[in-house]
């Protein structure tokens, strides 16, 4: 699996961004995002339990993310049209402000590491990646397992200090100083 330090693939995915099919489907990659921070989080499939109530939590928080000046990216192994008939079936789907992406050919799944085998699907794995296309920060929880959107936004708070951070830092915190 990649992890922090590394640079985060090169991609080219077709993300939905709204729910009529005239406009839904636009193609994004790092350069859709020159210069911002990267959330991206995978989930395993859609039309499944867990991960809706992740990604609406993504979606409740991206006012906060976009204030920091990062842009969250969702991303799974289902196509565009499952994405677009899942925001249309799940209330909680609708209004999403971020793009869902369709890693159909599971490429960027494998260049992560974060395809398992034995689902054939993504892990719940999120990554922060800063403007200069490293991976500073990766979260990955078990399959049945949901992850905290609010702590992937604590930790982009920390990383852009660029100071020390102790455990729990929260944004206003004082930060550590080196002796």
Known sequence: ?????QRF???????????EINGAFQTFGPQSFADKWLVVFFWPKDFT???PTEIAAFGRLDPAFKERDAQ???????????H???????QELRDLPFPMLS???RELSMQLGILDAEAG?????????????????VYVTDLNVGRSPEEVL???????????CPCNWQQGDATLKAA
Do not use: H, Y
């Open 1 to 5: 699996m990649l992890t922090i330090g």
């Open 9 to 19: 693939p090169a991609f080219s995915l077709t993300g939905v961004v709204s729910n």
């Open 49 to 51: 339990f867990v991960c």
């Open 72 to 82: 969250v990216l969702g991303v799974s192994i289902d196509s565009e049209f499952v």
């Open 84 to 90: 677009l008939a899942w925001r249309k079936d799940k």
């Open 103 to 105: 890693d159909i050919k």
């Open 121 to 137: 699907v993504a892990q719940r794995a999120t990554f922060i990646v800063d403007p200069q296309g490293v991976i500073r920060f």
């Open 154 to 164: 604590r930790v982009l708070d920390a990383l852009q200090t660029d100071e020390l």
